[in-house]
């Protein structure tokens, strides 16, 4: 059974940082691009940051890039989130989703690429 396991989400000040993680297991891990995405209340789930097959290649939204940085290591079946200089716009519920893929470049950039999801883990950011 496929599942992923997000942890690592709390309550942090504005300008701090905090680093997520998600657990994979049920799965070739290297055989699946991984992605990061976040849902306020009220609001849709969008897209905040990806990573190939392999973590050559990572993708960012416009709104995290230069202050998130996403990792894997394949050898722990691990995905990272190190979130920096957080705002209170950044809470929400943090997910991370698996893609199959053929290709070692593609990333997942829209949550209906994602084909197994975690439960996902809570940051909030305080003013």
């Known amino acids: 059974q496929v599942q992923l396991v997000e942890s690592g989400g709390g309550l942090v000040q504005a300008g701090g940082s905090l680093r997520v993680s998600c657990a994979a297991s049920g799965l070739t891990f290297s055989s699946y691009a991984m992605g990061w995405f976040r849902q306020a209340p009220g609001k849709e789930r969008v897209f905040v940051a990806a990573?190939?097959?392999?973590?050559?290649?990572?993708y960012y939204g416009d709104s995290v890039k230069g202050r998130f940085t996403i990792s894997r290591d394949n050898a722990k079946n691990m995905m990272y989130l190190q979130m920096n200089s957080l705002n209170p716009e950044d809470t929400a519920l943090y997910y991370c989703?698996?893609?199959?893929?053929?290709?070692?470049?593609?990333?997942?950039?829209?949550?209906?690429?994602?084909?197994?999801w975690g439960q996902g883990t809570q940051v909030t950011v305080s003013s």
């Open positions: 990573i190939s097959r392999s973590g050559r290649r990572t």
């Open positions: 989703g698996a893609r199959r893929a053929f290709s070692l470049d593609y990333v997942p950039t829209a949550h209906d690429e994602c084909e197994h």
